[in-house]
């Protein structure tokens, strides 16, 4: 029989009687996924009739890589190229070779659609309880852009989805016959469908070194040695053949740093210099030249700090210029709350650590404090990354990771309350 605690402000009771109330009716946690279904195939029915099939900048490139396979064949140039960012985008042309464009779309659409379901079983796999799973599935299901992605020929939405379907596959109990092979090509399809795959290697390590499942955990690690293995071998091979005469080959890291640089002297947040505040700069482009992004940080080191955390806000808080008022409200409403839930949840966190200690954690069980920390290391590299690298004013970069911030956000949440509606250690 659960019981309130008198412990604590008005709010948390008021919050433990809300979730006691979720938690008596078990009937709405057996609903949730049926629900988060419904949801899914709603979204993407109704986007399919209005959007039908979509092309971005990248389009071109992609269909042209799909149409040298189809012509040449998977030979080892035309599968990864002549760079390491071609080659790290290879899946996406994969799919558009073997499905078509129509094909792909389908395909992608028929993942996403699955996006809230996978959410919602992710959560209860994990303990949450019923009121926060309940809020994350009301995050999900009001957030079109989740779903427009999948109805463009472009690695965002095959990625988004993909991304909850590993952590969907990762937190499957016991060990079904259909689990590793299923791993193995999701983890391949994933990390080689966009270039920022490679932003999964932390949080998959810190989730394999977490778990309770020794066997899952070397299968993981031995999939993340095996995938960097393959990598180092395949840039090897394109840095011989780079050395041929007459082929060229950019430093991506370098032309990064250096668009980096130039939008750090001129004040610029976002890739496009026409869509973004401009800020005051200390210096002059004149006093600038001949010094590199890192001494002009350190020379206005006041400046640098003030400009990387507004670049970073950039990212986190899409609101735009070119946005309508009705866009920036609703994502400010969005990703302003999901910072506060972020940020919140946190603070609150470490203070019922201190309250009650470590071993609290330990009542969410390992895998759920492992997906905790894998979501939650997921959404830390990939927007320092994202933020060092260049962003464009449209958000598409941070589309792939919302559902999984979403994720990270009530499963924190649950943990906090956890911390919070018992007993401290003290009593």
Not at 54 to 67: M, P
Request: charged letters at 15%; hydrophobic letters at 50%.
């Amino acid at each position: 029989m659960h019981s309130v605690n008198s412990n604590g402000p008005p709010f948390l009771q008021k919050l433990k009687q809300v979730v006691l109330r979720f938690e008596r009716t078990p009937s709405i946690r057996k609903a949730l996924p049926i629900i988060a279904l419904v949801i899914g195939v709603a979204w993407v029915i109704a986007l399919s009739g209005r959007l039908g099939i979509q092309e971005g900048g990248d389009t071109d490139g992609y269909l042209a890589a799909a149409e040298l396979l189809r012509k040449g064949g998977f030979t080892f140039s035309n599968l990864f190229g002549n760079s390491t960012g071609n080659m790290l985008y290879h899946m996406t042309h994969v799919w558009l070779f073997l499905l078509g464009k129509t094909g792909f779309v389908v395909f992608t659409a028929t993942l996403t659609a699955f996006l809230p379901y996978f959410l919602v079983t992710i959560l209860k796999r994990s303990g949450v309880k019923t009121f926060f799973i309940a809020c994350a599935l009301f995050y999900v299901g009001t957030n079109e852009e989740i779903y427009k992605w999948a109805f463009y020929v472009l690695s965002d939405g095959i990625m988004l989805s993909q991304i909850m379907l590993l952590l969907f596959l990762l937190m499957t109990p016991g060990r079904p016959w259909y689990l590793w092979p299923l791993l193995v090509i999701v983890w391949y399809s994933l990390y080689f469908s966009r270039s920022t795959g490679f932003l999964l290697n932390p949080a998959v390590i810190l989730f394999a070194l977490i778990i309770d499942n020794p066997t899952k955990r070397k299968f993981i690690l031995g999939l993340f040695l095996i995938t960097i293995g393959f990598i180092g071998v395949t840039a090897g091979v394109q840095r011989t053949e780079a050395r041929r005469p007459g082929v060229l080959q950019a430093s991506i890291v370098q032309n990064v740093l250096d668009l980096d640089r130039r939008d750090f002297t001129k004040g610029h947040l976002l890739m496009d210099e026409k869509m973004t505040e401009k800020l005051s700069v200390p210096f002059t482009e004149k006093e600038a030249v001949g010094q590199t992004l890192s001494s002009l940080c350190w020379s206005h080191k006041s400046y640098c700090v003030y400009y990387w955390v507004r670049k970073y806000l950039a990212y986190v808080l899409p609101i735009y210029p070119k946005y309508s008022f009705r866009h920036n409200l609703f994502n400010l409403l969005f990703f302003g709350s999901s910072m506060l839930l972020s940020a919140g949840g946190f603070i609150t966190l470490l203070y019922g650590i201190r309250r009650k200690g470590w071993k609290t954690l330990k009542t969410s069980g390992r895998d759920g404090l492992g997906i905790y920390v894998m979501t939650g290391m997921l959404i830390l590299t990939a927007s320092l990354f994202h933020t060092a690298a260049q962003i464009d004013p449209d958000a598409r970069y941070l589309m792939v990771w919302v559902t999984p911030w979403i994720g990270f956000n009530f499963l924190q949440a649950n943990l906090a309350y956890n911390f919070w509606s018992g007993p401290s250690a003290a009593d």
